[in-house]
């Protein structure tokens, strides 16, 4: 008995002439070769990256790993033509550097506090200022935009002559910030401040670096409250919340993802800055100044102890790999729990 032949509704495309359909009596094939142009496609982005990845291992870790094995020899300037034939120190330079009571232990720890008060505050301050530089920035007013283009200055001018010109300021005789708080303002007395000498070093170092770091945690709230819909903030307002409640209750969780990794950022960049206190001080700073970065400088370049200052240069490594994973494990940590509790 022949079956009758079913009838298609009106525009409908039988199965046998659909795109991709197999033909009537022939299986369809799998697992044919694939396309050469698909695996050139697949094979492009790992070609982009391959001078990237060639440029970072020359750049960074072949000196990484020469300084690490430099770190367990005896490495001065006697042997600095041929470094691989220095003689074998083992962890000599390690217990050198942690022992606080030899003068080079002892100057690596006050070094090393210096850096912790110094990056604590500065990290502090640039958040502080570029949160609420940014906050008050999500108003619109006349002249917003060019009072923004303002603020990304001392971010967008070289490190170099941003602290040239600010050792020049601080100069004791002929320098604008001696001029205006004594000579303008009548602060201090009469006679000028010695603001690249002393405790004050501290304090100079500490204004440079946050006037150019600021703009950078400005820049990066400023686009992290580009996400957050303004409709939360006008509900806000209807409910009776302040300012004050509208920037705690909505702004501040808003970016704390981000906050969380600018933090990170900046401790980083402060806490291993060298051209900073560098171009400012020169190559000795002050006891109050002196930075974790150009106390090994010191010690490597200065000194000619290039085993001691390579074994100082990993310690700063291990200390910042494990800040790093612990705030990482923190952070990581206090989110889950955060989305657990929604």
């Known amino acids: 008995m022949t079956p009758a032949p079913t009838t298609l509704p009106p525009g409908t495309t039988p199965p046998s002439k659909r795109r991709g359909a197999p033909l009537p009596g022939r299986p369809r094939r799998r697992g044919g070769p694939r396309h050469p142009g698909r695996a050139r496609r697949t094979a492009l982005p790992y070609l982009l990256l391959l001078p990237a990845l060639v440029l970072e291992l020359l750049i960074h870790l072949v000196p990484m790993v020469m300084g690490i094995v430099a770190s367990f020899r005896e490495l001065t300037q006697f042997h600095i033509r041929d470094w691989t034939g220095a003689p074998w120190a083992g962890f000599d330079n390690y217990r050198l550097a942690v022992d606080v009571n030899r003068p080079v232990g002892e100057a690596l720890l006050r070094s090393f506090l210096t850096t912790c008060l110094f990056t604590l505050l500065s990290v502090a301050l640039c958040w502080l200022i570029g ?71 501290f304090w100079a170092l500490l204004t440079v670096s946050v006037w150019k770091g600021w703009p950078f945690a400005f820049l990066i709230v400023t686009a992290a409250l580009q996400n957050i819909p303004r409709e939360l903030y006008e509900a806000a307002a209807l409910d009776g919340a302040n300012t004050w409640q509208q920037i705690r209750r909505i702004t501040l969780p808003s970016v704390g993802p981000v906050n969380q990794v600018l933090v990170l950022v900046l401790f980083l960049w402060t806490f291993n800055d060298f051209n900073t206190p560098f171009v400012l001080f020169g190559k000795s700073a002050p006891e109050a100044a002196d930075l974790i970065s150009l106390h090994i400088y010191q010690s490597s370049f200065v000194t000619w102890n290039f085993g001691t200052g390579s074994a100082m240069s990993v310690l700063l490594l291990l200390f910042l790999l494990l800040v790093t994973a612990v705030y990482l494990f923190v952070t990581t940590r206090g989110r889950r729990h955060d989305d657990a509790g929604r």
Request: hydrophobic residues 50%; without cysteine; charged residues 15%.
């Open 131 to 201: 949160t609420a530089a940014a906050v008050f920035m999500q108003e619109t007013f006349r002249g917003r935009g060019i009072l923004r283009a303002l603020f990304l200055v001392p971010y967008a001018l070289p490190v170099y002559a941003a602290v040239i010109t600010w050792s020049f300021m601080f100069q004791r005789d002929n320098g604008l910030v001696n001029h205006v708080i004594h000579d303008q303002l009548g602060i201090g007395g009469a006679e000028h401040t010695f603001w690249l000498l002393g405790d004050n070093s």
